[in-house]
C-alpha cells in the first residue's frame, strides 16, 4: 500500500445493508414509549409553569391592589369615624374583593381597639381576597395633622 492510500475496511458498501436485519418490535416499542414519556413529562411541565404563572400574577395584582387602598387612604383627608364617613376605595376589580379594617389608637391604654375612638392614630389593614381566600394583606398607619 503506498503512503497515500487509504485503507477500505468495507468491501461492498451495498453489502453492509444487505446484511442488517433491522429493527424488532419490542426495539420500535421501547422507542416509543421513551418519547411517550418524555411527551408526558413536557406537558406537565407546561401545565405547572402555567399554574405558577397564573398564582404569582394573582398574588402581585393584589399587592398592586392593596397599596392602592393605603394610597388613597393616605391621601383623603382624616376622618375621626370612618365607620359612619368611610375612606374613598379603590375600583372594584372582577372576582378580586378589598376589604378595609380600622383600628383605632387608645393613648390611655397604649393599644390598638376596634371601637371607634379618636386619640389621633389610626391602623389601616387591607386585606385582598380572591374567590374567598385572603391573598394579600398590609397594614399602615393614619395620623391626623
Given at each position: 500500500?503506498?503512503?497515500?492510500?487509504?485503507?477500505?475496511?468495507?468491501?461492498?458498501?451495498?453489502?453492509?445493508?444487505?446484511?442488517?436485519g433491522g429493527t424488532t418490535l419490542v426495539e420500535e416499542l421501547v422507542t416509543v414509549?421513551?418519547?411517550?414519556?418524555?411527551?408526558?413529562?413536557?406537558?406537565?411541565?407546561?401545565?405547572t409553569g402555567v399554574i405558577g404563572v397564573r398564582q404569582v400574577d394573582d398574588k402581585?395584582?393584589?399587592?398592586?391592589?392593596?397599596?392602592?387602598?393605603?394610597?388613597?387612604?393616605?391621601?383623603?383627608?382624616?376622618?375621626?369615624?370612618?365607620?359612619?364617613?368611610?375612606?374613598?376605595?379603590?375600583?372594584?376589580?372582577?372576582?378580586?374583593?378589598?376589604?378595609?379594617?380600622?383600628?383605632?389608637?387608645?393613648?390611655?391604654?397604649?393599644?390598638?381597639?376596634?371601637?371607634?375612638?379618636?386619640?389621633?392614630?389610626?391602623?389601616?389593614?387591607?386585606?385582598?381576597?380572591?374567590?374567598?381566600?385572603?391573598?394579600?394583606?398590609?397594614?399602615?398607619?393614619?395620623?391626623?395633622?
Amino acid at each position: 500500500m503506498s503512503l497515500f492510500q487509504r485503507p477500505c475496511f468495507i468491501k461492498n458498501p451495498l453489502a453492509s445493508f444487505n446484511d442488517e436485519g433491522g429493527t424488532t418490535l419490542v426495539e420500535e416499542l421501547v422507542t416509543v414509549a421513551i418519547i411517550g414519556i418524555g411527551i408526558v413529562v413536557l406537558v406537565a411541565m407546561i401545565t405547572t409553569g402555567v399554574i405558577g404563572v397564573r398564582q404569582v400574577d394573582d398574588k402581585v395584582l393584589a399587592e398592586s391592589l392593596a397599596r392602592s387602598q393605603l394610597e388613597i387612604i393616605k391621601d383623603a383627608a382624616y376622618q375621626a369615624d370612618p365607620v359612619s364617613v368611610p375612606y374613598p376605595a379603590v375600583a372594584p376589580i372582577p372576582s378580586y374583593s378589598v376589604a378595609v379594617g380600622i383600628e383605632y389608637w387608645n393613648a390611655s391604654s397604649s393599644t390598638f381597639v376596634s371601637s371607634v375612638w379618636d386619640d389621633g392614630l389610626q391602623k389601616i389593614t387591607v386585606t385582598v381576597s380572591s374567590a374567598g381566600t385572603p391573598l394579600v394583606q398590609t397594614a399602615d398607619y393614619k395620623v391626623d395633622r
